[in-house]
């Protein structure tokens, strides 16, 4: 079998649904399965809901969003007299219902019960789409087949249950359709964690041995920096597993980081390729070269803080306040993005995503000398030579600066 990710952008609008029709068409539909994402950037507009419905103010203001979006994409693409549009209407029905029958207050539970609709509503309308233009499919609700533990948010698979589920679930010689992202606790809804739909693919390829992965993307491949932020990219034809992995662990958000390796484990090549030109083969991970064309491969990750932290006393640090901080960080889900220390001080340079720095600074502080600065962009450069360190020291201050073999960091304030 073959997997296939379609992302947010693929599935944008009226015109883009059409376009992954032509896609598969183009492609074959035999022996395939799709995972789809929430459209365009519902799970943020999902993400709305969920702060409305908790502070008790704008609920009904950000669900007309999401409704009027997914409604008159439908109306783009069906007949007013559809039925794809009674099962929207349904789906909205039974988001309706999990506020009116919710008693719980844990901001995790709420959030993956809500934004979970952005991927049944999009995979609803695409496969009733596929139908009605005659491409069969058989649409499965993911939540049946990926087990997780509940920790909300960030499950965690139950690979076990998750393989028999999908082998004994899947369609082998039809085209398949499932939600990226979601999955269940056997009671919940639970979700793989922000930009999980690839991640999705990667399990389903890991639990199917499939043939291959392709991730279809609005870019035509795997390019050596993000096109958004540098100017002049190139793609990558080839990329090997491990600096795939390397790449998406410094924060290279094409490939999300998870998804690399249940690929690697059975050697299923991963493409990335444009479902623009999609006749362009993109690029490809797979065993093999580490990366070709041999060129310096660009990461940047913005709003990060520099903490420096020594002991009031002047006292070295050591391996009990390295731990100790560690903890902390860990406690406040400071995500550590690079690490250095001398004999009297200890710099991490973090990524505050859950809005908990305030809390870790108020403890430290009681503890330790702080010194931080915020608003940060770390660049980090894979295959670094001279003229790629200049063109980005050229970018602002530099902090802070780490080398290793491959690689290159430098904390910068732009
Ligand atoms: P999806 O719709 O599949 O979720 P994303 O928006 O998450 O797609 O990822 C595609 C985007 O990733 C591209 O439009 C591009 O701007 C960005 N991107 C960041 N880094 C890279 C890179 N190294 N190569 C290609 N695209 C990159
Ligand atoms: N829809 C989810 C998100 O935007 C998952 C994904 O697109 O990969 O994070
Ligand atoms: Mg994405």
Same mark, same amino acid.
């Given at each position: 079998?073959?997997?296939?990710?379609?992302?947010?952008?693929?599935?944008?609008?009226?015109?883009?649904?059409?376009?992954?029709?032509? %896609?598969?068409?183009?492609?074959?539909?035999?022996?395939?399965?799709?995972?789809?994402?929430?459209?365009?950037?519902?799970?943020?507009?999902?993400?709305?809901?969920?702060?409305?419905?908790?502070?008790?103010?704008?609920?009904?203001?950000?669900?007309?969003?999401?409704?009027?979006?997914?409604?008159? !994409?439908?109306?783009?693409?069906?007949?007013?007299?559809?039925?794809?549009?009674?099962?929207?209407?349904?789906?909205?029905?039974?988001?309706?219902?999990?506020? *009116?029958?919710?008693?719980?207050?844990?901001?995790?539970?709420?959030?993956?019960?809500?934004?979970?609709?952005?991927?049944?509503?999009?995979?609803?309308?695409?496969?009733?789409?596929?139908?009605?233009?005659?491409?069969?499919?058989? =649409?499965?609700?993911?939540?049946?087949?990926?087990?997780?533990?509940?920790?909300?948010?960030?499950?965690?698979?139950? =690979?076990?249950?998750?393989?028999?589920?999908?082998?004994?679930?899947?369609?082998?010689?039809?085209?398949?359709? %499932?939600?990226? /992202?979601?999955?269940?606790?056997?009671?919940?809804?639970? &979700?793989?964690?922000?930009?999980?739909?690839?991640?999705?693919?990667?399990?389903?390829?890991?639990?199917?041995?499939?043939?291959?992965?392709?991730? =279809?993307?609005?870019?035509?491949?795997?390019?050596? *920096?993000?096109?958004?932020?540098?100017?002049?990219?190139?793609?990558?034809?080839?990329?090997?597993?491990?600096?795939? !992995?390397?790449?998406?662990?410094?924060?290279?958000?094409?490939?999300?980081?998870?998804?690399?390796?249940?690929?690697?484990?059975?050697? !299923?090549?991963?493409?990335?390729?444009? /479902?623009?030109?999609?006749?362009?083969?993109?690029?490809?991970?797979?065993?093999?070269?580490?990366?070709?064309?041999?060129?310096?491969?660009?990461?940047?990750?913005?709003?990060?803080?520099? %903490?420096?932290?020594?002991?009031?006393?002047?006292?070295?640090?050591?391996?009990?306040? !390295?731990?100790?901080?560690?903890?902390?960080?860990?406690?406040?889900?400071?995500?550590?993005?690079?690490?250095?220390?001398?004999?009297?001080?200890?710099?991490?340079?973090?990524?505050?995503?859950?809005?908990?720095?305030?809390?870790?600074?108020?403890?430290?502080?009681?503890?330790?000398?702080?010194?931080?600065?915020?608003?940060?962009?770390?660049?980090?450069?894979?295959? /670094?030579?001279?003229?790629?360190?200049?063109?980005?020291?050229?970018?602002?201050?530099?902090?802070?600066?780490?080398?290793?073999?491959? &690689?290159?960091?430098?904390?910068?304030?732009?």
């Amino acid at each position: 079998m073959r997997v296939f990710k379609f992302g947010g952008a693929s599935v944008k609008d009226a015109k883009s649904i059409q376009n992954v029709a032509d %896609v598969l068409r183009n492609e074959g539909t035999n022996n395939v399965l799709v995972v789809i994402s929430a459209m365009g950037k519902m799970t943020n507009a999902f993400e709305k809901v969920v702060h409305a419905y908790i502070k008790d103010n704008g609920l009904e203001d950000a669900l007309e969003y999401v409704l009027k979006f997914h409604t008159s !994409i439908a109306y783009e693409l069906f007949a007013r007299d559809h039925s794809i549009h009674e099962k929207v209407t349904m789906l909205f029905g039974k988001l309706s219902a999990f506020f *009116a029958q919710n008693k719980s207050k844990d901001y995790d539970f709420i959030y993956d019960q809500i934004v979970c609709f952005g991927e049944l509503i999009s995979t609803t309308i695409v496969s009733a789409y596929f139908s009605e233009i005659g491409i069969g499919n058989n =649409w499965l609700d993911v939540r049946d087949l990926i087990r997780t533990n509940n920790t909300f948010r960030a499950a965690k698979v139950d =690979w076990e249950t998750t393989k028999k589920n999908i082998n004994q679930s899947i369609k082998k010689d039809e085209l398949n359709i %499932v939600q990226g /992202f979601i999955s269940s606790d056997g009671t919940n809804t639970t &979700t793989l964690g922000r930009e999980g739909s690839d991640f999705t693919a990667g399990i389903f390829a890991y639990c199917l041995g499939a043939e291959s992965v392709t991730i =279809w993307k609005d870019v035509d491949g795997v390019l050596n *920096a993000d096109p958004r932020a540098f100017d002049d990219t190139t793609l990558l034809e080839q990329i090997s597993y491990e600096e795939a !992995i390397e790449m998406a662990f410094y924060g290279a958000s094409v490939i999300h980081p998870k998804t690399i390796k249940p690929l690697q484990n059975l050697e !299923i090549p991963l493409h990335v390729r444009s /479902f623009v030109n999609y006749e362009k083969p993109g690029t490809t991970v797979s065993k093999g070269k580490s990366i070709y064309p041999e060129i310096p491969c660009f990461i940047v990750k913005k709003n990060q803080i520099l %903490v420096s932290i020594s002991s009031l006393d002047f006292s070295f640090m050591v391996e009990n306040n !390295i731990s100790h901080i560690f903890k902390r960080l860990a406690e406040y889900q400071l995500k550590v993005n690079l690490i250095q220390n001398s004999a009297i001080s200890f710099s991490v340079c973090v990524e505050d995503n859950f809005n908990k720095f305030r809390h870790f600074l108020e403890e430290m502080q009681s503890l330790y000398k702080i010194d931080y600065t915020e608003g940060l962009s770390l660049f980090t450069i894979r295959h /670094f030579n001279e003229e790629s360190r200049k063109a980005i020291l050229k970018r602002g201050v530099s902090l802070l600066t780490q080398i290793n073999k491959e &690689t290159l960091q430098i904390t910068i304030r732009e």
